[in-house]
């Protein structure tokens, strides 16, 4: 499995990015998808996460009612759209899938997610 995370940039508070993320080497559609982030000094921590069905999602509170996340299993990718940005939302982004795709979406341990993109830099000003 391989992840590539992309579309992260230098914005002002308040501003809107969509980052997207692309998998490749399994049947994508059959596996949920999480994003999470990690912030210079801390550790990893959860964002949000799409079970297979595109239907199902989960969102820490930090972000719930700002992001969302979709994904279009005929493309193979998976988005956030992250609105309303704060100097608190600076971090690195990732995205990761689990060692099977019976892993429940609901998990918000980085531990529990077995494969993990390179990460896209979002940095927000204030």
């Known amino acids: 499995v391989q992840l590539q995370a992309s579309g992260g940039g230098l914005v002002q508070a308040g501003a809107s990015l969509r980052l997207s993320c692309k998998f490749s080497g399994r049947t994508f559609s059959m596996y949920p998808i999480a994003w999470f982030r990690q912030a210079p000094g801390k550790e990893r921590e959860f964002v949000a996460a799409v079970r297979y069905n595109a239907i199902n999602t989960h969102y820490a509170d930090s972000v719930k009612g700002r992001f969302t996340i979709s994904r279009d299993n005929a493309e193979d990718m998976v988005y956030l759209q992250m609105n309303d940005l704060r100097p608190g939302d600076t971090a690195i982004y990732y995205c990761?899938?689990?060692?099977?795709?019976?892993?429940?979406?609901?998990?918000?341990?980085?531990?529990?997610?077995?494969?993990w993109g390179r990460g896209t830099l979002v940095t927000v000003s204030s």
């Open positions: 990761a899938a689990p060692s099977s795709s019976d892993v429940n979406y609901r998990r918000t341990n980085a531990d529990e997610w077995r494969y």
